[in-house]
């Protein structure tokens, strides 16, 4: 599908989707959003730049149309371009540190754990997934990134078998193209410390209402300064990135499967205010929790979506 193709499809549904005059300019806005087996495919209009934040998982992304961004991804920089894509390494701390002039359409895909133990068994622990942080599509990558972006703003069902298939040749293509070609490709192993285990244990069973730094130190038999120096050695996050990693993961995943309301998400993910959630959610990723809602669970009744829009 040639990409002129693919923007009169992005401008049809653009128009159809939301009336003019209700987006406000400086939020990034979701397409549509599959997920599966896989892991999760997200089309986005990115206008707004995204913080620091980290996944538990791999994550790549591919721009489709629009201007460069530059994104800071561990200790490099990476340029974000059509044809091009970056890539991140799960746990990996990265931000988008700006955008171009105008929107750009950009194709983010997170690959599920299992899925990647599939298709790299045996794959140790020590070896660094993504070699780079930045690559050139060829032809054959550019071309499933568009069939994907167009089935998912065309298909009657997101997680259709069509959809899933052609997530699954573009997932398959980019990580076998630019993941590990071990064992020359490795990385110094991280620490793995029974206290730094037991600390995101308590991160995990505390969501709900977080536990200070301090008390998770104590817990753990470590001084503050002391827990923090070896928590960042065996995680490669700080305490709160790592944290604030959980709490997107857990809202990402609340958002696309649990049709509750927004204020009882947010909840959930250890804010007392739904506004905080919908700050903190912005942030992270540049777009609102209701309009990824809204493109995840597209059958979701519309009276829901209308009582759970974020506070102003």
Same mark, same amino acid.
């Given at each position: 599908?040639?990409?002129?193709?693919?923007?009169?499809?992005?401008?049809?549904?653009?128009?159809?989707?939301?009336?003019?005059?209700? +987006?406000?300019?400086?939020?990034?806005?979701?397409?549509?959003?599959?997920?599966?087996?896989?892991?999760?495919? !997200?089309?986005?209009?990115?206008?707004?730049?995204?913080?620091? &934040?980290? &996944?538990?998982?791999? &994550?790549?992304?591919?721009? /489709?149309?629009?201007?460069?961004?530059?994104?800071?991804?561990?200790?490099? @920089?990476?340029?974000?371009?059509?044809?091009?894509? =970056? /890539?991140?390494?799960?746990?990996?701390?990265?931000?988008? +540190?700006? =955008?171009?002039?105008?929107? @750009?359409?950009? /194709?983010?895909?997170? #690959?599920?754990?299992?899925?990647?133990?599939? %298709?790299?068994?045996?794959?140790?622990?020590?070896? *660094?997934?993504?070699?780079?942080?930045? $690559? %050139?599509?060829?032809?054959?990558?550019?071309?499933?990134?568009?069939?994907?972006?167009?089935?998912?703003?065309?298909?009657?069902?997101?997680?259709?078998?069509? $959809?899933?298939?052609?997530?699954?040749?573009?997932?398959?293509?980019?990580?076998?193209?630019?993941?590990?070609?071990?064992?020359?490709?490795? *990385?110094?192993?991280?620490?793995?410390?029974?206290?730094?285990?037991?600390?995101?244990?308590?991160?995990?069973?505390?969501?709900?209402?977080?536990?200070?730094?301090?008390?998770?130190? @104590?817990? $753990?038999?470590?001084?503050? @300064?002391?827990? #923090?120096?070896?928590?960042?050695? !065996?995680?490669?996050?700080?305490?709160?990135?790592? $944290?604030?990693?959980?709490?997107?993961?857990?809202?990402?995943?609340?958002?696309?499967?649990?049709?509750?309301?927004?204020?009882? /998400?947010?909840? +959930?993910?250890?804010?007392?205010?739904?506004?905080?959630?919908?700050? #903190?959610?912005?942030?992270?990723?540049?777009?609102?929790? +209701?309009?990824?809602?809204?493109?995840?669970?597209?059958?979701?009744?519309?009276? !829901?979506? &209308?009582?759970?829009?974020?506070?102003?």
């Amino acid at each position: 599908m040639a990409a002129a193709g693919l923007l009169d499809i992005l401008s049809a549904h653009t128009q159809h989707r939301r009336p003019a005059g209700r +987006r406000k300019g400086h939020v990034s806005r979701v397409l549509a959003v599959t997920h599966g087996h896989i892991g999760r495919a !997200c089309l986005l209009d990115k206008v707004r730049p995204a913080g620091a &934040h980290a &996944h538990p998982v791999h &994550h790549a992304m591919i721009e /489709l149309d629009g201007p460069c961004h530059e994104y800071q991804v561990g200790e490099a @920089s990476a340029i974000l371009a059509p044809r091009h894509a =970056v /890539l991140v390494n799960s746990h990996e701390l990265h931000a988008n +540190r700006s =955008v171009g002039q105008g929107k @750009s359409t950009i /194709l983010m895909l997170y #690959f599920s754990p299992l899925w990647i133990e599939e %298709q790299f068994p045996g794959l140790p622990a020590y070896v *660094r997934f993504f070699r780079h942080s930045s $690559v %050139q599509l060829g032809a054959c990558a550019v071309e499933l990134a568009q069939r994907l972006a167009r089935h998912m703003l065309e298909a009657a069902e997101i997680n259709s078998p069509e $959809v899933q298939a052609l997530f699954g040749e573009l997932a398959e293509h980019l990580c076998h193209q630019h993941g590990p070609t071990y064992p020359n490709r490795e *990385r110094p192993a991280r620490s793995n410390d029974y206290r730094i285990r037991r600390a995101i244990a308590l991160m995990q069973e505390h969501l709900e209402e977080p536990l200070p730094t301090q008390t998770i130190a @104590s817990r $753990v038999g470590l001084s503050r @300064s002391r827990f #923090f120096e070896l928590f960042t050695a !065996c995680t490669g996050l700080s305490p709160k990135h790592y $944290v604030n990693m959980l709490r997107l993961h857990a809202a990402v995943e609340y958002l696309a499967d649990d049709p509750g309301p927004i204020a009882e /998400l947010s909840q +959930r993910c250890g804010f007392g205010a739904q506004s905080h959630f919908s700050k #903190f959610f912005v942030d992270q990723q540049g777009f609102t929790p +209701r309009d990824y809602r809204r493109a995840a669970v597209p059958a979701l009744p519309r009276q !829901c979506e &209308h009582a759970d829009a974020p506070h102003p």
